[in-house]
């Protein structure tokens, strides 16, 4: 199994609402990431897990939450929005920390009314 | 400030016909160096990668890249591009090994007419 599942895949919401990303990877690998990618931008990351604990967050408003609650699973819980948060949100999986190869998830695309 | 350039915002050629992606860094000492490629509503899959050894390195789907230290290039080239191709590629750098950091260049969209 060689996949990073990311759920839901389209997701709209309100500048209120409260929501969450999913990502779930059975590869063993040990470092997770979170990506935002804007409409004919590159990847920006956002936050770096190893060994389940926190290892990077890139300055990232604090109205985005990762939350990892085992080694196979990544979370991104979204409250208060704003509408520039709208993009494509890509979870990607490593062996290791900065081993440099990264399995990428399809994304879920966010829309914030 | 260490940088990663596609020098080509849009590529388009016909099917059989041969590819090549530029990529060029910006950094002091040798990165590693990748490429990556993205359909359309698809996440990022890496197409092949160089960290040490033989400049020409080959990847899946038909594609290999030439480290070049002098021209600090990546280049990505495919002898014979199929429809499927079409996709926009990532050139990315990390700084060494053991980073979480891959700076990816702008992007280049293939489209591939029939």
């Known amino acids: 199994d060689t996949e990073v599942t990311q759920t839901p895949k389209h997701l709209v919401m309100g500048m209120t609402n409260k929501k969450s990303l999913k990502c779930e990877q059975h590869?063993?690998?040990?470092?997770m990431y979170w990506y935002k990618q804007k409409a004919k931008k590159p990847p920006e990351l956002m936050f770096v897990?190893?060994?389940?604990?926190?290892?990077i967050n890139e300055s990232v408003p604090s109205r985005f939450s990762p939350e990892c609650p085992n080694s196979s699973l990544l979370n991104l819980h979204l409250h208060a929005l704003q509408p520039e948060d709208s993009a494509l949100y890509l979870c990607?999986?490593?062996?290791?920390?900065?081993?440099?190869?990264?399995?990428f998830g399809e994304g879920s695309r966010l829309t914030v009314l | 400030a260490q940088s990663v350039t596609q020098p080509d915002i849009h590529i388009t050629v016909s099917e059989g016909a041969s590819l090549e992606l530029r990529c060029n860094y910006s950094?002091?000492?040798?990165?590693?160096l990748f490429w990556y490629v993205q359909s359309p509503g698809q996440g990022l899959q890496l197409l092949l990668k160089?960290?040490?050894?033989?400049?020409l390195v080959q990847g899946i789907k038909g594609f290999e890249a030439e480290f070049k230290r002098s021209q600090s290039s990546f280049n990505l080239r495919k002898p014979s591009v199929h429809w499927s191709d079409a996709a926009e590629y990532f050139c990315?750098?990390?700084?060494?090994?053991?980073?979480?950091?891959?700076?990816f260049g702008t992007g280049t969209r293939l489209q591939v007419f029939p």
């Open positions: 950094y002091g000492a040798t990165p590693y």
């Open positions: 990315a750098v990390a700084l060494s090994y053991n980073t979480d950091k891959l700076i």
């Open positions: 160089y960290f040490s050894g033989d400049t």
């Open positions: 897990y190893s060994y389940e604990k926190l290892s």
């Open positions: 590869m063993g690998h040990r470092a």
């Open positions: 990607a999986s490593s062996q290791d920390r900065g081993a440099g190869e990264l399995f």
